[in-house]
């Protein structure tokens, strides 16, 4: 009965998650961050990082290499400053991840998830797949407890001067649950 029970248990917290791809399988740096984060998050925070578009794992984690090499080595920052990154292939990549606190956001690290697109959306939106990974990654941690039920949907434009996510995608993100 027990087998059965933890069977059921694993299947209903994976039910709508998309697939995260981890730091191991794109090839990332071991991370020098040692600050934690205390879920549940309030804010689910939306990015671009102005770069190229990927379209497959295979570009996207190479995008996810320079990304946080630019983070490390030119900032200085002891990781990629994401929690999680979306590529245009419909994967999510690890970044900071649930637990560790990000560099995406002044003031608003230590209280929400960077969500970040790998590419430039100011002109163009991303597609489909990126958009449904995005909002499946976000359901996600709401289920798993991990950013509160009543969180607060923003681009981080709101919060800073720049015109991050993109003016496309911010179009987009203004009509999804919980925006602010």
């Not at 970040?116 to 597609?127: I, Y």
């Amino acid at each position: 009965m027990k087998v059965a029970f933890v069977v059921f248990t694993l299947f209903l917290c994976s039910e709508g998650c998309p697939r995260i791809i981890s730091r191991s399988e794109w090839g990332g740096q071991r991370s020098k961050c040692t600050s934690s984060l205390k879920p549940p998050m309030t804010y689910a925070l939306i990015h671009h990082t102005e770069g190229k578009r990927c379209f497959s794992t295979s570009s996207c984690s190479a995008q996810m290499r320079n990304v946080q090499s630019y983070h490390m080595n030119s900032k200085k920052w002891c990781d990629i400053g994401y929690s999680f990154l979306i590529g245009e292939d419909g994967n999510v990549y690890e970044g900071r991840g649930w637990k560790t606190l990000g560099a995406h956001t002044l003031n608003y690290n230590s209280v929400g998830y960077g969500i970040c697109f790998l590419g430039n959306f100011m002109g163009v939106a991303p597609g489909a797949q990126a958009l449904n990974a995005a909002q499946q990654l976000i359901k996600c941690a709401v289920s798993k407890g991990l950013l509160k039920s009543s969180y607060i949907l923003k681009g981080h434009r709101q919060l800073g001067s720049t015109d991050c996510p993109g003016t496309t995608l911010y179009n987009i993100i203004k009509k999804w649950p919980h925006w602010q």
